[in-house]
């Protein structure tokens, strides 16, 4: 039995010069997702005319400080996961 889900991400994973050739190898190889495997090229390409289009703003400024007790706090609660399961 074939992994559709994997074959289809086959698509994201080469750079753009080589998607055309990844989409070719793969229809002939897996003729029954031909449908599949042609809307997910398309979805991917669209989506990549909209990033360029239409940019993601910037993200705001970090604060460090702010950052840090976040991280602190991540830790913390880790650990004790990490205890309460051990016991």
Not at 6 to 21: D, M, Q, S, V, W
Not at 35 to 43: G, Y
Not at 59 to 67: M, R, S
Request: with cysteine.
């Amino acid at each position: 039995m074939i992994d559709r889900d994997a074959i289809i991400f086959e698509l994201h994973l080469p750079e753009p010069g080589e998607r055309n050739a990844t989409l070719a190898r793969l229809v002939r190889k897996y003729p029954d997702l031909r449908e599949e495997l042609v809307d997910q090229f398309c979805e991917i390409v669209l989506m990549e005319w909209r990033a360029a289009y239409d940019p993601e703003p910037p993200c705001p400024p970090v604060d460090e400080a702010e950052a840090a007790r976040s991280l602190a706090r991540f830790r913390a609660i880790e650990a004790g996961l990490g205890t309460a399961s051990a016991a």
